[in-house]
């Protein structure tokens, strides 16, 4: 069993940055996939950017050249770097876990001015 804890949600103008994080206990973190997903309200929930063990990562196309995900193996954490937020990244954004397995409680970030 994987557990998975997000921080690093907040109030933030557009244009401006958040770095969200999210910290893995339960599991073997280098083998696991990591990804991040968000819901806006009323909306279906949506891949951000996944980073699995070996191999490429991917990002969704609305976040692609503006968000950075990554990962510290060692403190068994993925981060995702968010630039140049605009009003509709407004959302809960969650942390997964060789997706769709685990899930975090997820955190929110609202763009707004």
């Known amino acids: 069993q994987v557990q998975l804890v997000e921080s690093g949600g907040g109030l933030v103008q557009p244009g401006g940055s958040l770095r969200l994080s999210c910290v893995a206990s339960?599991?073997?973190?280098?083998?696991?996939?990591m990804a991040w997903f968000r819901q806006a309200p009323g909306k279906t929930r949506e891949l951000v950017a996944l980073?699995?063990?070996?191999?490429?990562?991917t990002y969704g196309d609305s976040v692609k050249g503006r968000f950075t995900i990554s990962r510290d193996n060692a403190k068994n954490t993925v981060h995702l770097q968010m630039n140049s937020l605009r009003p509709e990244d407004t959302a809960v954004y969650y942390c997964?876990?060789?997706?769709?397995?685990?899930w975090g409680q997820g955190t929110q970030v609202t763009v707004s001015s």
């Open positions: 997964s876990a060789n997706p769709p397995s685990y």
């Open positions: 339960g599991g073997i973190f280098r083998v696991l996939s």
């Open positions: 980073m699995p063990s070996i191999g490429s990562t």
